[in-house]
C-alpha cells in the first residue's frame, strides 16, 4: 500500500501518517524529518536545506527528490510506505509517478486532510516537537501529560523555528501557490481521498481507515 498524505502545513498529515504507519506497518516517510536530522548532524544536506527552510521556502526539487527516492528504494519499503510532506510540487509529483511506473506500480490512495487556513497558525503555534524522536504535540488539542516532555522517551519539547507565525504565513502562501494544485494531480489519478482535518485526531483517523480498509 503506497499512501501520500496532502495538505497544508500544520493540517496533521504527520499525525496521521504516525498513526497509519503503525497500523499497517508500513515505513513512514517524511522529508521534513529527513531534513531535519540533517541539520542536527549538520551533513552538507542539512546545512544546504535550512537556508530555505528557516525562511518557509521549499527545499530546491533537485535536493528533495533525491532523497526521497534512495529512502523508498530502500528494502524496508517494498511493500509500501506512507508518504508524509512529499510531492509538495507538480515536478517532483512527476518525478515520483515516473518512479514507480517504471517499477509497474503507482499510488494508491492520496489523502487530502483539509484544514482552513484560519485554523493554521493556531495548529503551528501550539505544535511541540520532541527534540529526540520526533514526537508531535499540542498544548492544547493533543498535549503530553507533562508540560514540556514527551511521553515516549523524556526528552524536552520545543517550538520549531520554522512554526513562528511569520513563517507560518509564508508557509501558507506556498502551499497554496505550489502544492494545492496536487490535489488536482491526483484526483486526474483517481486516487484523491479528502478528508475533513478539522475533526478530533482519532475521528480523523477513523475516517482514513475507512478509506483504507
Ligand atoms: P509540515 O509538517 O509543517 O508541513 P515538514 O516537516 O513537512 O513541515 O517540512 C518542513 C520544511 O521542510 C518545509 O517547510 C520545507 O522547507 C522543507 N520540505 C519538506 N518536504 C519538502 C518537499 N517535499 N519539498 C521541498 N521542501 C520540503
Ligand atoms: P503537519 O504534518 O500536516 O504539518 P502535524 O501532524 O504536525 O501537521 O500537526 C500540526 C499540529 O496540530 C500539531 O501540534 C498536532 O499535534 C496538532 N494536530 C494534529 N491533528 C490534530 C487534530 N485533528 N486536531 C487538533 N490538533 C491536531
Ligand atoms: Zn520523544
Redesign the pocket.
Given at each position: 500500500m503506497k499512501i501520500i498524505m496532502l495538505?497544508?502545513?500544520?493540517?496533521g498529515?504527520?499525525t496521521q501518517a504516525k498513526m497509519i504507519a503503525e497500523k499497517y506497518s508500513i515505513p513512514h516517510v517524511?522529508?521534513?524529518?529527513?531534513?531535519?536530522a540533517n541539520i542536527k548532524g549538520q551533513t552538507h544536506l542539512g546545512m544546504e536545506?535550512k537556508k530555505?527552510?528557516d525562511?518557509?521556502?521549499?527545499?530546491?526539487?533537485e535536493?528533495?527528490?533525491k532523497i526521497?527516492l534512495d529512502r523508498v528504494a530502500n528494502e524496508d519499503c517494498k511493500d509500501g510506505y506512507v508518504l508524509?510532506?512529499?510531492?509538495?510540487?507538480i515536478p517532483?509529483a512527476e518525478v515520483l509517478t515516473e518512479a514507480l511506473e517504471k517499477m509497474g506500480d503507482k499510488i494508491d490512495y492520496a489523502i487530502d486532510v483539509a484544514v482552513p487556513d484560519e485554523n493554521i497558525v493556531n495548529r503551528?503555534s501550539g505544535?511541540r516537537a520532541c527534540v529526540n524522536c520526533g514526537a508531535t504535540y499540542h498544548i492544547v488539542h493533543i498535549p503530553p501529560k507533562t508540560e514540556n516532555i514527551c511521553d515516549k522517551c523524556g526528552s524536552e519539547l520545543i517550538l520549531?523555528d520554522?512554526?513562528k507565525p511569520e513563517?507560518v504565513l509564508n508557509?501558507l502562501k506556498?502551499?497554496h501557490e505550489q502544492t494545492q494544485p496536487l490535489i488536482d494531480y491526483y484526483t486526474e489519478k483517481g486516487v484523491l481521498k479528502t478528508v475533513d482535518g478539522t475533526k478530533d485526531m482519532k475521528d480523523v483517523f477513523a475516517d482514513i481507515v475507512s478509506i483504507l480498509g
Open positions: 495538505g497544508a502545513p500544520g493540517a498529515k504527520g517524511s522529508t521534513g524529518d529527513i531534513f531535519r536545506a530555505y527552510m525562511e518557509g521556502k521549499l527545499v530546491p526539487d535536493l528533495t527528490v526521497l508524509d510532506g512529499f510531492p509538495r510540487t517532483q503551528m505544535r520549531r520554522d512554526d513563517t508557509r506556498i502551499y
